[in-house]
Structure formats: structure tokens, C-alpha cells
């Protein structure tokens, strides 16, 4: 794949996922959406996801929303909390006008854009979190963890998530995580 359709896609991916949201995603489930996209569907971003503050992370995500507000595609606003602020997107003027090359892209990934927004469409930064912290210890290359292994590391890597709540997300996802394809970590 070129970088310029990588690009495409990329842009065209990340209009999708806002674009069937059911609520207007902030940058941390924009970003969770992204990566279960590509660790559990299998989609071809290429983005080199990280361990982060807030789960699995890459820089690139954001640079390319960004490219795709510049573009019209999407709209970032802020947005005030009672804990401070945040950015939510929503779908830009120029959403609807997606290239051939980008329709054609979109029409490979459709299903599993449908996917990851039906399963976490809904849920919370928070929840994206420890979904995404979750499935990136699985992906961990040096060897398969059994469950209370799972539990115990993804605590240390996130000791505010009781060991009940990790473990209550683990078995309310446990069915999707058998198609994981850890090679994007």
C-alpha cells in the first residue's frame, strides 16, 4: 500500500468511525476506535501503537484527524467538563464528498468499521481504556497470559481499575478477543 492510499484510508476511516458514532467520540475513543480497528479487525493503518496515559496511543491518529478537520471532513470542537476539557468530533461539511479511491477503501473495511462501533460505540473513554490496556497486554509477544496473570498486569499498568472491574470488562469481551490479530502492536 502507498503512503497516499494509506493516507486515504486512514482519513477515510477515521471520517467513518465519527460519522457512525452514536455520539460525538472524543480524542481518546477516536483513538481506542482506531486501534481495535486494527488489533482485532485486522485493518491496515499502519499506525505503531503504544502504551500510553490512556491506553494504547499513537500521535498519528490525532495528526491525521486533524488533516481530516483541515479537510473539511471532520470538526473537532472543545468541550468543557466539570474535571476540565476535552475535544469531541463531529462529521464536517465536506464528510459527504469522499473520493472514489476513499469509497473503494472504505468498501474493504465497511464491516469492520460497523464492528468496533457496535461493540464500543457506546462506551466510555474510560471503558475504551481498559478495553484497549486489556487487549494490548494479550498482544504481548513474549507469551500468552492466563486470565488472572491478565488481570493482575493490566492493574499494575492501570491500578485505577479495581481487579473486579478489569476482570468483569475481560469476561464481557472475552468472546471478541479470540480474533485478535496482535501483529499491529
Same mark, same amino acid.
Given at each position: ?8 484510508? #486512514?482519513? *477515510?476511516?477515521?471520517?467513518? =468511525?465519527? @460519522? ?12 481506542? !476506535? ?31 484527524? #486533524?488533516? *481530516?478537520?483541515?479537510?473539511? =471532513?471532520? @470538526? ?12 469531541? !468530533? ?96
Amino acid at each position: 500500500m502507498t503512503q497516499t492510499t494509506k493516507d486515504a484510508l #486512514r482519513t *477515510a476511516v477515521l471520517t467513518a =468511525l465519527v @460519522k457512525r458514532a452514536p455520539k460525538s467520540p472524543g480524542r481518546t475513543a477516536l483513538m481506542k !476506535f482506531a486501534y481495535l480497528l486494527q488489533t482485532v479487525r485486522g485493518v491496515p493503518l499502519g499506525y505503531r501503537f503504544r502504551l500510553h496515559n490512556y491506553g494504547p496511543y499513537d500521535e498519528e491518529v490525532l495528526v491525521d484527524a #486533524r488533516e *481530516a478537520a483541515a479537510a473539511g =471532513l471532520l @470538526k473537532s470542537q472543545l468541550v468543557m467538563y466539570s474535571s476540565g476539557y476535552g475535544y469531541e !468530533f463531529s462529521v464536517g461539511d465536506s464528510a459527504n464528498c469522499c473520493s472514489k479511491e476513499q469509497s473503494d477503501l472504505l468498501d474493504d473495511c465497511s464491516i469492520d468499521i460497523d464492528w468496533v462501533i457496535d461493540h464500543f460505540g457506546n462506551d466510555s473513554a474510560s471503558r475504551l481504556e481498559l478495553v484497549s490496556t486489556l487487549i494490548f497486554a494479550l498482544c504481548d509477544k513474549s507469551k500468552k497470559l492466563e486470565r488472572t496473570v491478565l488481570i493482575e498486569r493490566v492493574h499494575d499498568i492501570k491500578p485505577h481499575f479495581s481487579k473486579e472491574a478489569i476482570g468483569s470488562v475481560f469476561q464481557e469481551i472475552e468472546g471478541i478477543l479470540e480474533c485478535v490479530n496482535c501483529s499491529s502492536n
